[in-house]
């Protein structure tokens, strides 16, 4: 092995979970001002917000997604403006055969 390339501060510290309270004793370089005394012995403490005693995918809870369902929205969400769209065009269809084209709206003056 090479001689001077590990740092000089990789020593016993311990990483607690501040969901679950469960503490993990293993080696690293993290700084730390905090202590902790487990089994009679002082040693860094490294606070920490999720550890595999509580992230829902090693703990079982991870919530499933509705795939099917969300695909059934999006294809109602899909006929629905299909169906605003045919409408809006036969609106459109009715309204303009309602109302005179300008050739025929000039007939009618020059018949008067």
Do not use: C, W
């Amino acid at each position: 092995m090479k001689k001077d390339i590990h740092p000089s501060n990789y020593r016993p510290v311990v990483f607690q979970d501040l969901n679950t309270n469960d503490t993990f004793l293993t080696r690293s370089v993290v700084a730390t001002d905090d202590k902790i005394t487990l089994d009679g012995v002082e040693y860094p403490l490294v606070k920490i917000h999720i550890s595999s005693k509580s992230h829902p995918f090693f703990t079982g809870q991870e919530k499933m997604l509705d795939i099917e369902g969300r695909v059934d929205k999006f294809k109602a969400r899909q006929e629905a403006a299909k169906e605003r769209a045919e409408a809006l065009k036969k609106a459109a269809a009715k309204k303009s055969a309602a109302k005179p084209s300008n050739k025929e709206a000039a007939k009618k003056l020059g018949e008067k």
